[in-house]
C-alpha cells in the first residue's frame, strides 16, 4: 500500500492554493467547506516564502517552475502538499469522493487511473441512493445515545445489525422520515425483546408480534397452531401501517429493505 488513507479535520486551520484556474477554484471551493481557512495566490504572485504556516498546500498553478518552489518550500517546511498531476511532487492526493453527507467514500487508485477512480465512483453514486445520507445520521445518533446510556459494545452491534437489515433505509428512500426515525428508535431497544416480541422475527415486526401474542393469550390449541403459524409467517414480513398494497408488494418491499 503506497498511501495511507486518512481524512483530516481542517476546520480552522490555513491553507493555502497556488494557481487561478478552474483547479484552482475547485480545490478552495473544497477546502472552505471542509472548514479551512484559505489563501489563494495567483500563479504570478507567489514568491517563495509564501506557503510559511500553512497546515496543507495545494499547487494547481499548472506551473513546472512554480511547481519546483512549491515543493521544495513545502518539504523544507513539513508541509503537506499537492501538486496537481504531479504524483512524484505529492505527501497526498486526492481521491474520488461519493458524497452522502455525513456519509463520504473515498476511492484512488493511488494515481495510476483518476479515469477509473471517477468511473467507481458514479457506479457507487448509482447504488448508494440519497437515503443512506439521513441513514448514516439516524445510525450516529443511535450510537451516541447508546454510549450514553453505558451500553455494552456487543449489545450496540446487535442494534446496529438490525438497523442495517431492517426496513428504515426504504421508509428513508420513500421519504417518510418520521416513520424511519420511530422504527429506528424500536430497533435500538438493547436486548431480545427490542422489538416488543422474541428473537430477531419480533425485532422485524413488531404488529405481528403483538398478534401472536394476543392469540396465545386465549390459551386453547386452534389458537395456539394460529400463532404457530404468525410465528412462521413472521420471518418474511414487512408490516406497513395502513398499508393495503398486498401481498405483492409487501415482498417487494421486504426485499427492498433487506
Known sequence: ??????????????????GDGKFAIEKAAGLREAGALVRVIASRDYKPGDLHGAR?????????EINGQTWEEAEEASILINVVDRPAQCRFIA?????????LIAISTSGESPFLASALRA???RWLGSEWGPFTALVGRIR???????????????????????????????????QAAARAA?????????????GPRAARCPHLARNA???????????????????????????????RAGSRGSRRGAAEGR
Not at 96 to 101: E, F, K, L, S, T
Open 95 to 103: 481521491p474520488a469522493i461519493v458524497r452522502r453527507d455525513p456519509l
Open 144 to 178: 451516541r445515545q447508546l454510549r450514553e446510556r453505558g451500553v455494552p459494545i456487543a449489545e450496540q452491534t446487535k442494534v446496529y445489525r438490525r438497523l442495517i437489515s431492517s426496513d428504515v433505509l426504504r421508509l428513508l428512500r420513500s421519504g417518510h422520515a418520521d
Open 213 to 243: 401474542r394476543a392469540v396465545r393469550s386465549t390459551g386453547d390449541s386452534r389458537t395456539g397452531r394460529k400463532a404457530g403459524r404468525l410465528r412462521k409467517r413472521g420471518a418474511g414480513c414487512d408490516h406497513r401501517p395502513n398499508d
Open 1 to 18: 500500500m503506497r498511501y495511507y488513507p486518512v481524512f483530516l479535520d481542517l476546520a480552522g486551520q490555513p491553507c493555502i492554493v497556488v
Open 186 to 198: 424500536i430497533l435500538a431497544r438493547p436486548g431480545p425483546r427490542a422489538a416488543g416480541g422474541r
Open 56 to 64: 496543507l498546500v495545494v499547487d494547481a498553478s499548472e506551473d513546472p
Open 123 to 125: 457506479r457507487l453514486e
